[in-house]
């Protein structure tokens, strides 16, 4: 697969979402390990998660521990594979979502997302979601304390604004590699965030990248665009959409979610896909 950059590290251009194969809906163990492996066979080298990946409260991590079997189980070698996690999002047990951007707790959920992956530094650590409560400066300067006392490896925020982006790459010293925002056909107001950090060559990482174009038939006009440009290729709709997102920036490394091994083969051919001009245009003005 084609390669891009989140800080150091070289990574396959589209990554795995791990979350739908740990909640509502999730699948069984076994396919969601044969998911992961087809990712890998596929030549997928990021894979995001969160602690916050889980149905029951008694399960925190649930994510993060199935990534760790699937690897260990898998018959390639993963050194190349960056594992990224995030902390800041609770989930209760009730089906809501709650947000902790303490530093306490950060500090609390980096150590229990090491002994799930089963490293000795997280490769790349991302604050899930900003916390009212808790002034973002302080939220942020846990992850570059963490940074500092090599806990994790590379520091990234998660559902931010853009003046959230410049104060996080000023309280990190400039070591800001990732922004995770949603992203998609249907969800565009994350533009500016994408063209920030393009122009501060920092990695953009749509979450939900493919949120609404399962429906683009029935959604008419707005989404026909991706509909009849993936005809002309004989190509999903889905991967008309990850390749007009790379076709975007050389920054963008989309992580659609998948929880069937068919889904991300056919996410993970997108880079090989080549949009004309025309095509880009078209794509970029529907919705």
Request: hydrophobic content about 40%; aromatic content about 6%.
């Amino acid at each position: 697969m084609k390669q891009r950059s989140i800080g150091n590290f070289q990574v396959g251009a589209v990554g795995l979402g791990g979350m739908p194969m740990s909640i509502e809906g999730r699948p069984d163990t076994d396919r969601s390990v044969r998911t992961i492996h087809a990712a890998l066979d596929a030549g997928v080298t990021l894979i995001d998660t969160a602690d916050a990946y889980h149905l029951h409260a008694d399960e925190v991590g649930h994510n993060e521990s199935l990534i760790a079997q699937a690897l260990a189980g898998w018959g390639g070698d993963t050194s190349g594979v960056l594992v990224a996690t995030k902390g800041g999002h609770l989930r209760p047990g009730d089906g809501s979502w709650t947000v902790d951007g303490s530093p306490a707790h950060l500090r609390e959920a980096v150590e229990g997302s090491l002994k799930r992956l089963g490293v000795d530094a997280i490769g790349l650590y991302q604050f899930h979601r900003p916390d009212p409560q808790v002034p973002y400066e302080e939220s942020v300067g846990a992850l570059r304390d963490l940074l500092d006392e090599g806990k994790i490896r590379m520091a990234g925020i998660s559902n931010a604004t853009v003046i959230q982006i410049r104060q996080a790459q000023e309280i990190l010293g400039g070591r800001l590699v990732s922004v995770q925002n949603q992203f998609s056909p249907a969800f565009r107001s994350s533009e500016p965030e994408l063209r920030l950090c393009d122009e501060l060559g920092i990695a953009f990482l749509p979450w939900s990248p493919l949120g609404g174009i399962a429906r683009a038939g029935e959604l008419g006009r707005r989404f026909e665009a991706f509909g009849q440009v993936a005809a002309a290729h004989g190509v999903s709709p889905q991967r008309v959409t990850l390749a007009w997102m790379l076709a975007k920036s050389e920054h963008v490394i989309p992580i659609p979610g998948a929880s069937r091994p068919e889904s991300i083969k056919d996410s993970a051919q997108a880079p090989e896909l080549t949009l004309s001009d025309e095509e880009f245009a078209r794509l970029d003005q529907a919705g």
